[in-house]
């Protein structure tokens, strides 16, 4: 018998990106039932959907296989307590439906006994009209039928992995392994409000409305009486115990909502990407991290107050609000630029920083995506890549990287795995010595494949990189609102 299931779970099911469900529904080919995806309509919407093709079964099933089983102990199932929470209420559930299968049974017998005895006494056609029909229904009950794959999944999942549902927004998100509600949330690239993400500070609360939490860590942060009878926990220490939860909580709606911080950070990692690039990695302390939205920026100095700071991008994504990356051009006019380029700046040395700061963030919606960048106006683009990955929900995923000098394609291999990992996700590496007449090449060759597509484009770059590729869109007719601009240096 076919079930019901969200649009999140069944693009898990399917293995396809929830965006694409969507854009299934809206063109008819795919019927929601409030706000519901049947499997048997999945099924025919994905006849070659089963556990091999969706990657389920490698995930949970193939335990034989040494590396594989150590990799779902250490990354996909949760703690035994919690895993043996989520498994008792299963076995709840298949109890409850074991008693009214049996009542309903054992009503059934009783009612043929009562036809056949009737059917004795008067001979009434309709009364043995009744009885063979009852039979019929019987056996049809009873006879061994396929059962749906789907279901199968479904139920695995709901025991490895648990669907979380926010409220009043909607979203929802799925807890894997050992990961906090609070960490779940940011790696499905939720604006969920926190600050210290260790249980200090209380800013992650949320009320459970509907299944249970366990609580994974112990915290300082006390939740007054009133607040745990209405059901408040901290989300940075507990995690899902049901395989479905229900959480009230406001979301960050955009940039004016991320608070402005100011953090003293240790230098992690500082290596070169290039001639003229670095990659700086940044690591803030465990109770004070930074907050923001991908494509934001920052800005760096060598401590708090009022030094000279210069602005840079994060290259990473907020998911891991801890460590920081940036990608660091020579430019004798950045001071901090020329510090860590003559090796001024040490591994293990102190860095300040403030913000976030900027606008070029994710906009909300399903529309295939496209990416442009110049030379380091990679840093945000990356940045905005990986939250998209997170979210999963746009159906295609395009980037146009312009390099105007010769180490301008630093991270090429990176773009090379997405490539190879992900099928919504192509490339395209062009060179060009003029930022200006790379971007008319690089609106040329998004021509060729893009303008009778709806996307949104996201461009980031030198200023004449950015105005002439937003303007060579603007004739080809695609909506000002759909172009989203960030001037890097």
């Known amino acids: 018998m076919a079930q019901w299931v969200t649009i999140w779970r069944a693009a898990q099911l399917v293995g396809v990106p929830r965006g694409t469900l969507q854009q299934r529904v809206r063109a008819g080919e795919l019927a929601l039932n409030d706000g519901m995806v049947s499997t048997a309509s999945l099924l025919a919407l994905y006849p070659q959907a089963d556990l091999e093709a969706t990657g389920l079964l490698e995930r949970v099933v193939q335990i034989r296989d040494e590396a594989f089983g150590r990799r779902v102990r250490e990354r996909l199932l949760p703690s035994q307590e919690v895993l043996a929470q989520r498994v008792f209420r299963q076995s709840q559930e298949l109890a409850d439906t074991q008693r009214h299968l049996q009542r309903y049974h054992a009503l059934v017998l009783d009612l043929r006994s009562r036809l056949q005895a009737l059917a004795a006494q008067g001979g009434d056609p309709r009364l043995l009209e009744l009885q063979s029909q009852l039979n019929d229904g ?200 020329v510090r860590l380029f003559d090796g001024e700046v040490k591994v293990g040395d102190s860095l300040g920083l403030s913000g976030p700061s900027g606008r070029f963030v994710l906009a909300e919606g399903t529309l295939p995506l496209v990416f442009a960048a110049c030379d380091t106006g990679f840093a945000p683009v990356k ?12 159906p295609s995923i395009t980037l146009y990287w312009l390099a105007t000098r010769a180490d301008g394609h630093f991270m090429a291999n990176q773009c090379r795995a997405w490539s190879e990992a992900l099928d919504p996700f192509e490339y395209a590496l062009l ?36 105005d002439t590729l937003r303007a060579e869109l603007l004739a080809a007719s695609v909506p000002a609102a759909q172009i989203h601009c960030e001037a890097t240096a």
């Open 138 to 337: 019987l056996a049809r009950a009873l006879a061994t039928e396929p059962v749906d794959v789907l279901d199968v999944m479904d139920d695995m999942l709901k025991v490895v992995s648990a669907q979380v549902t926010l409220r009043p927004s909607g979203h929802q998100f799925t807890v894997e392994g050992h990961d906090t509600l609070l960490q779940a949330g940011m790696r499905a690239g939720l604006k969920l409000n926190y600050g210290c993400g260790n249980g200090s500070c209380g800013m992650c609360k949320v009320r459970v409305t509907a299944g249970q939490v366990a609580r994974t860590v112990p915290t300082d942060y006390p939740l007054s009486e009133q607040e745990k009878a209405q059901g408040y926990v901290l989300a940075c220490a507990h995690t899902a115990a049901s395989s479905e939860l229900t959480l009230e909580t406001l979301e960050a709606a955009g940039p004016d909502d991320m608070p402005q911080q100011e953090i003293v950070t240790r230098v992690y990692a500082l290596r070169p990407l290039a001639p003229d690039t670095l990659l700086l990695h940044l690591q803030t302390p465990r109770s004070h991290r930074l907050r923001f939205l991908a494509g934001q920026g920052v800005a760096l100095g060598s401590g708090v107050g009022n030094d000279a700071r210069s602005q840079h991008p994060i290259a990473s994504c907020p998911c891991d609000d801890r460590n920081l990356q940036f990608f660091i051009p020579r430019d004798p006019d950045d001071a901090l630029a």
């Open 383 to 394: 940045s905005l890549i990986e939250h998209a990955l997170s979210l999963d929900a746009a």
């Open 431 to 466: 060179r060009n010595g003029s930022t200006a007449v790379g971007a008319s090449q690089m609106a040329a060759a998004m021509r060729a494949d893009l303008f009778d597509i709806d996307c949104a484009f996201y461009l980031a770059g030198p200023e004449d990189f950015v």
